[in-house]
């Protein structure tokens, strides 16, 4: 995915799952696919979870086909009435479930969609459509350990772009779907899906797919608060639940310079798997006062990257370089064409890029491209 779908900001001891009971709820109460129930009442957020209004789209679209896309506002519950502008041209706005029907361009390429000002902007790649439609509905990929409260992406044939005509079940519980297309689905984890090993059903049209066994996970977050003065070193504990498999996991702490983490910031590792399935990660106080850690897993790689996806956002990216970096970007553009099936160099380059910390659209269609060739969503 992505803009940021992902980011959520948790303060320490605050638990970081309320806003997305409101979402599930707020669809409910709309009527989604699967008559799911709303819960009683939505528990109030205690924290902060996400910075910004976010919009939620499909990462791949089909020219002139119906798809869904969704907003969330800065609790990450589903915002009505909001104006996305797509394409910089047409504008959609979103319903009580704060979700809005559009249509695919019929040129192929990237869109990009926004509201007010630019804010939460995000893009996604526009396919062709099929010269032929296929019957059925299929998967082909999507994630192998969901997080309970993350949203996630799967990939296949037969969806509809209208994403009520979509039912998700995990572990038996209806998953909200927040944005779809004919062939991507953005669905959010029931609260209340038991962790562990499970199914993941998505049927359409009276058609049903299914995967292979998932798991889905929590990742919990604990760390050292001391006094917090400079200097002071203490110990982020990532805790894993829900699997006994190691899991890779990224932290970021909020806001900069506040603490400094052993391995940057971001940081990245890997639970030890096993009965605890945990891993530490140690930091350092810099400056006094309130932090905010945001985790989230880094799935398992799903198979070869799309590269015409990522050289779609890198040529969008190009378009918006500021002076300077238009031949950094042809150099990878070059590498991508040259070696389609070994992306790694190419990878590599980006990432570099990326420490420069480039801004706005033109930083995140580069983060885009990245996140394609690391093939992960």
Known sequence: MSSRVRRRFFALRIPHGVALTAVLCAL???????????????????GPAVLHPTVVLPP?????????????????????N???????????????????????????????????????????TVIAAPAEERSGISIETSPRMPLL????VIRGQGFSGIGDENQVLLGGKPAAVLAASPVALVALPNPDTPLGETQLIV???????STGPVSVISIELAAD?????????????????????????????EPAGRIELARGNPSRGRTSGGAENSAAIRFTFKQPGEFYLEVRAVPEPLGLPDTEAARNELEEA???????WDKQIDRVLKLLKQHPQDVTEARDAIEKMLAKKPEGEFGR???????????RE
């Open 28 to 46: 409910a109460g709309a009527g989604t696919a699967g008559g799911q129930q709303a819960p009683a009442a939505a528990p109030e957020a205690s």
């Open 60 to 80: 791949v679209l089909v020219a002139g086909k119906p798809a869904t896309l969704a907003v969330l506002d800065a609790q990450g519950r589903p915002a009505a």
């Open 82 to 124: 909001v104006a996305v502008t797509l394409g910089g041209e047409a504008t959609v706005t979103t319903d009580a479930t704060g979700r809005a029907a559009l249509t695919a361009p019929d040129a192929q390429g990237v869109v990009r969609a926004s509201l007010a000002g630019g804010t939460g902007a995000t893009s996604a």
């Open 149 to 152: 409260r993350d949203r996630f």
């Open 203 to 209: 049927n359409q049209g009276g058609q049903s797919a």
């Open 225 to 253: 608060k001391g006094r917090g003065q400079p200097g002071q070193e203490g110990e982020i504990k990532v805790g894993v639940r829900g699997t006994d498999r190691p899991v890779s996991f990224e932290v970021r702490a």
């Open 318 to 324: 190009r378009r918006l370089a500021p002076h300077g």
């Open 365 to 375: 269609h580069l983060e885009a491209a990245w996140k394609i060739l690391l093939n």
